[in-house]
């Protein structure tokens, strides 16, 4: 009988649990210094954040961006953040590349609960047994892969760097434009300027 309502129990918690991946979305290329107020500002125009998990990789030797969980009231407003950070260039906490958004998966969530009627099997395979050479490939795909993502994750942020120095050198560029024209506006040689060029003023 225990058994039973227990069962009934993890179902339930599934269900809300399948609620939650609903109305929750996945975003990435956020800044470190990216907090939960400043993702919920940025998503108020059409979305109502009620929490914000932040995924962070120990295992990786670089200062990359960071990765959300983010959910929100419903699913509705689930798909209009996803549409919006996709349909637009979307950045939030100065970073030099648009954040990219996805819905959730229940994978990705630590807090998940045991899917109801799934049983794990838990054995050890030594050298001999007819599993240990399948074993041994996917120990050594796994290593593969992991080199082969540090040199993307490298790369990345290779490219990160470069389009930041892009951004900054026109930033100051404008700054050096406006900080030329607000002289000129301040010291009276606005008149000197429009004769220069043959521009007509309002007042002339």
């Avoid at 120990?58 to 509705?76: C, F, G, K, M, W």
Wanted: glycine share 4%; net charge negative; charged share 25%.
């Amino acid at each position: 009988m225990a058994d039973a309502s227990d069962e009934q129990a993890n179902k339930e918690d599934y269900a809300d649990f399948e609620a939650r991946v609903k109305r929750t979305i996945y975003i990435d290329q956020l800044s470190p210094q990216v907090t939960s107020q400043v993702i919920k500002a940025a998503l108020e125009q059409c979305a109502n954040v009620v929490n914000t998990e932040f995924i962070v990789n120990y295992t990786i030797p670089y200062d990359i961006p960071a990765a959300a969980l983010v959910e929100l009231d419903n699913e509705s407003q689930a798909k209009a953040a996803v549409n919006l950070m996709n349909d637009f260039p979307f950045i939030i906490g100065g970073m030099p590349r648009p954040v990219r958004a996805v819905y959730a998966k229940p994978e990705m969530f630590r807090d998940r609960p045991r899917k109801p009627g799934l049983k794990f099997e838990i054995s050890w395979v030594k050298q001999g047994d007819p599993e240990h050479d399948g074993m041994v490939k996917l120990k050594g795909l796994a290593k593969r892969q992991e080199a082969e993502n540090m040199a993307l994750i490298k790369t990345q942020l290779e490219a990160e760097n470069v389009l930041a120095a892009q951004q900054q050198e026109t930033l100051d560029a404008n700054y050096k434009k406006f900080d030329i024209l607000e002289n000129i506006m301040q010291n009276g040689n606005i008149k000197n300027l429009a004769q220069h060029y043959k521009v007509k003023l309002a007042d002339d």
